[in-house]
């Protein structure tokens, strides 16, 4: 069954707050992705990461961090949230290796800062 | 800046009734996917796309390398056909695709 998935679906943290979002997919791809969606603005990349504890900044790292330590996890990390980290984060993952194939999505976290 | 601009941001059509969406790309873009969000929030892969034409169904899509352009193409649409559309571009200085803003299209009866 080839899936990716995020959890939690829904999670509402104070401003200040460390938030830890978890990605799993059981296709055994190289790459994962974390982007974020807001509004008018499509998805835009916050992290990539090309295999176990090979991670790169894509557009908007700032406030981010990454953790690869199994191919099948990645997880997204907000340390102290802040208001303008609430938004709907998804994660991708593409067989290629630094090179993107189709990207698979998760189903997404919406997250809320309070 | 916008590296992948999608056009109409929103479309409205007539069950039945054909119609296009564009993406132009500001990158020497390479590959091309297109995605559909369901309301649900889920995004569905349409297409992947070097260089050339995808047919599936009432959707076809041509990617355009050398006039940095993509369009997708919905013929006979229907309800189910509603929902968001995103084009995603990837270059060969790039590291992963980057997304446009995206096409809201509505399905009318």
């Known amino acids: 069954d080839m899936k990716v998935t995020q959890m939690p679906r829904y999670l509402i943290k104070r401003m200040g707050e460390n938030v830890l979002l978890e990605c799993g997919q059981d296709?055994?791809?190289?790459?994962m992705y974390w982007y974020r969606q807001d509004p008018g603005l499509g998805l835009q990349l916050i992290y990539i990461?090309?295999?176990?504890?090979?991670?790169s900044e894509g557009d908007i790292p700032k406030g981010y961090r990454v953790s690869r330590k199994k191919r099948e996890h990645f997880s997204l990390i907000l340390d102290s949230a802040k208001t303008n980290q609430t938004s709907v984060y998804f994660c991708?993952?593409?067989?290629?290796?630094?090179?993107?194939?189709?990207?698979?999505f998760g189903s997404g976290t919406r997250l809320t800062v309070l | 800046g916008d590296k992948v601009k999608q056009s109409p941001s929103a479309l409205s059509l007539q069950e039945g009734t054909n119609s296009a969406l564009r993406c132009n790309f500001s990158?020497?873009?390479?590959?091309v996917q297109w995605f559909l969000q369901n309301p649900r929030g889920s995004l569905i892969n349409l297409f992947y796309?070097?260089?050339g034409t995808k047919e599936n169904g009432r959707l076809k899509s041509t990617f355009n390398s050398k006039e940095s352009y993509s369009t997708l193409h919905i013929r006979d649409a229907q309800l189910e056909d509603s929902g968001t559309y995103f084009c995603?571009?990837?270059?060969?200085?790039?590291?992963?695709?980057?997304f446009g803003a995206g096409t809201k299209l509505t399905v009318k009866p």
């Open positions: 991708a993952s593409s067989l290629g290796d630094r090179s993107a194939e189709t990207l698979y």
């Open positions: 296709m055994s791809h190289e790459t």
């Open positions: 990461s090309y295999d176990v504890d090979s991670n």
């Open positions: 990158i020497a873009a390479t590959t």
């Open positions: 796309l070097v260089p």
């Open positions: 995603a571009a990837e270059a060969y200085n790039n590291n992963a695709p980057r």
